[in-house]
């Protein structure tokens, strides 16, 4: 099966700081991958649509000004939260598009804001 | 968006078989049903896709009646490993939010 790699793993950082996460497609190309959010006991939430080459698209409700997406090749996708304060804690997830109209999703993004 | 509709929670023990029913009464023609299963701490992993009647994997199983309301996810013979929130998601590949949108998941605690 297809593999997407996201790193970090786990990030822990001070309030007011920015943060960046990475999504890789490892063995295929993605011209669209996707940014969920997991809060403790909950479902996914789809946050945006990266789309590769051009802007993000945004859930309603989600600060595009905070939550910072950059397509800019077929195999990465970045997440960036900018100016993290301690709500933002949460639990990222990505994912992208593999073969036979599969979802496949990374690892996950553990992010805790002092 | 096509809902989905899932039991909250599941308890079975070691050994049995597990089946998990999703209704998805608005799904489109095109669409697919596609299982996930997620651990604590972990993105959802890919389980089994099915259009139509039944597909089988070596993990599982996925039944789907002529009218395609609804599916069923089984599970034969679970362990303790077993234990995880399962997802059906429905969709036909194109990135339509109703394939992206996560239903509440079924919290499935197998037991010794």
């Known amino acids: 099966g297809a593999v997407v790699s996201q790193h970090p793993s786990r990030v822990i950082c001070k309030s007011g700081t920015s943060v960046k996460i990475e999504c890789r497609s490892l063995d295929f190309q993605a011209t669209t991958m996707f940014w969920y959010r997991q809060f403790p006991k909950q479902s996914l939430m789809l946050m945006a649509t990266s789309n590769e080459g051009s802007k993000a698209t945004y859930e309603q409700g989600v600060e595009k000004d905070k939550f910072l997406i950059n397509h800019a090749s077929l195999t990465l996708s970045t997440l960036t939260v900018t100016s993290a304060h301690p709500e933002d804690s949460s639990f990222y997830i990505c994912s992208a598009w593999g073969l036979a109209n599969i979802q496949y999703f990374g690892a996950g993004t553990r992010l805790s804001v002092l | 968006l096509a809902k989905t509709t899932q039991p909250i929670s599941m308890d079975s023990y070691e050994g049995q078989e597990v089946n998990i029913t999703c209704s998805h009464n608005n799904i489109a023609t095109n669409d697919y049903i596609t299982w996930y299963q997620q651990f604590p701490s972990q993105g959802p992993r890919f389980i089994i896709q099915?259009?139509?009647t039944k597909v089988t994997n070596e993990v599982a199983s996925l039944f789907i009646p002529a009218d395609r309301k609804s599916s069923t996810l089984s599970l034969p013979r679970v362990s303790l490993s077993d234990t995880a929130v399962y997802y059906c998601l429905v969709g036909d590949g194109t990135g339509s939010a109703r394939q992206l949108t996560f239903g509440s998941g079924t919290q499935l605690t197998v037991l010794p």
């Open positions: 099915g259009y139509k």
